[in-house]
């Protein structure tokens, strides 16, 4: 193999490795990072979730929650179908550590790059 396109693999490679982690799940209670990700909201508890899209990982935003949410998503919920959800990159901050097969609580701090129904949210936003 071509030793450029070697080098070019492996900084693919370690380039997509770093992108994965920097947009991965905060491991700890207080941790913040962007994710992207898809909201949806459910019925049960930690109706409102974020999908962690390339993982396996739910988040949920808590019930009871005193903290406001983004507009974005107060837009969202009130023009949401039933199977409707929003793609986007959130900004979440650990309410608590992570633990393997649990969903973890987060809080939402910030929305952007909003799509709903593969258009731009909130609509002229």
């Not at 990700?37 to 962690?52: D, E, K, L, M, P």
């Not at 309410?95 to 987060?106: F, I, K, T, Y």
């Not at 790059?113 to 949210?121: D, I, L």
Request: net charge positive; hydrophobic share 40%.
């Amino acid at each position: 193999m071509d030793v450029r396109l070697s080098f070019v693999v492996l900084a693919t490679a370690v380039g997509l490795a770093s992108a994965a982690q920097a947009l991965g799940q905060p491991r700890q209670a207080g941790g913040c990072r962007w994710v992207y990700g898809r909201f949806a909201v459910y019925n049960g508890s930690g109706v409102q979730r974020i999908w962690i899209i390339g993982t396996r990982r739910i988040v949920a935003i808590p019930d009871d929650d005193p903290a406001p949410l983004p507009e974005t998503l107060k837009a969202f919920e009130k023009v949401r179908t039933v199977d409707g959800e929003l793609i986007a990159d959130f900004h979440v901050c650990a309410l608590e550590p992570r633990r393997a097969g649990h969903m973890q609580h987060v809080r939402v701090d910030g929305v952007r790059s909003a799509r709903y129904e593969g258009r731009p949210f909130p609509p002229g936003g």
